[in-house]
């Protein structure tokens, strides 16, 4: 990261809106450019999820997630806002996303080096799998 301004997006689930504002702040005051979400569906705004049936909620999400890895392919690192050690399926899925690409990860609470290469080959091994049901239905 020898830019003047390093790009930095957030990751982690929106039920921390308050932890997003603070860390997002801190790290805009270091000189870091932050990328965060684009809403907290999880905490206030809820309504973007109103009168939408499965289908749309589930197209939603996926385009979501989808949004979230084009963020981390533009930035130089990542930083988990994971309080008490919290990560959800969708945030691990990030973090293996942003290692496999060889991004710095830093968390808000620590998580062993270890659990992280644990958990990217759980999420390998699953996409292995997955393929190689796709291949024997073709």
């Given amino acids: 990261m020898n830019k003047a301004y390093p790009v930095i997006t957030l990751c982690g689930s929106t039920r921390f809106r308050k932890e997003y504002e603070l860390k997002q702040k801190e790290l805009t005051l270091q000189g870091n450019i932050v990328i965060s ?3 907290f569906g999880h905490d206030g705004d809820s309504e973007v999820w109103e009168n939408m049936d499965e289908g749309t909620q589930t197209k939603t999400k996926i385009m979501l997630d989808d949004m979230h ?18 990560i ?10 942003a290692w496999m690409l060889g991004k710095h990860i830093d ?5 062993a080096e270890e659990e992280i290469k644990k ?13 190689w ?4 239905f073709i």
């Fill in 37 to 39: 979400v684009g809403l």
């Fill in 69 to 86: 890895k084009k963020k981390i392919d533009m930035s130089d690192s990542i930083f988990v806002i994971n309080p008490q050690g919290y």
């Fill in 88 to 97: 959800g399926k969708s945030t691990w899925s990030e973090i293996c996303y």
């Fill in 107 to 111: 968390f808000l609470e620590y998580v």
């Fill in 119 to 131: 958990t990217v080959a759980e999420h390998l091994q699953k996409a292995e799998e997955l393929a």
């Fill in 133 to 136: 049901k796709q291949i024997d």
